[in-house]
C-alpha cells in the first residue's frame, strides 16, 4: 500500500468531528452526596465542639432501646436513599434535557 492512498487526518477529523461539541454534565450525584456528608459532618462537629453536647448525646445513646435504634438506622438508611434517589433525578432530568 502506498502513503498516498491513506486519507489524510484533516479528512479523517472533518468526517467524525460533529459541528459543535457537547457540553460537560455537571455531575450531580456528587454534589448532592457532598451536600448531605457535609451536613453529617457538621452536625457531627456541632455535637462533639460542646461538653454539654457530648454528654447529652451519650446520655440519650445509653437510655435508647433496642426498638428506638432501630428505627433509627432505618430512619438513617431511608435518608442515604432518599438522597441517592434525588441525585438519580437530577441525572435523569439532565440526560433528558439533552437530548432535546
Known amino acids: 500500500m502506498s502513503?498516498?492512498?491513506l486519507p489524510l487526518a484533516s479528512e479523517l477529523l472533518a468526517?467524525?468531528?460533529d459541528p459543535q461539541p457537547p457540553?460537560?454534565?455537571t455531575r450531580?450525584?456528587?454534589i448532592v452526596w457532598g451536600l448531605a456528608f457535609g451536613a453529617i459532618?457538621?452536625?457531627g462537629i456541632w455535637l462533639s465542639s460542646g461538653l454539654e453536647r457530648l454528654e447529652g448525646l451519650s446520655t440519650w445513646l445509653l437510655d435508647l432501646g433496642a426498638g428506638a435504634?432501630?428505627?433509627y438506622g432505618l430512619l438513617a438508611i431511608g435518608?442515604?436513599?432518599l438522597v441517592g434517589g434525588i441525585a438519580g433525578l437530577l441525572?435523569?432530568?439532565q440526560v433528558a434535557t439533552s437530548r432535546r
Open 3 to 5: 502513503d498516498d492512498t
Open 15 to 17: 468526517e467524525t468531528e
Open 23 to 25: 457540553r460537560p454534565r
Open 28 to 30: 450531580w450525584a456528587g
Open 41 to 43: 459532618a457538621a452536625g
Open 69 to 71: 435504634a432501630v428505627g
Open 79 to 81: 435518608g442515604l436513599l
Open 91 to 93: 441525572r435523569r432530568a
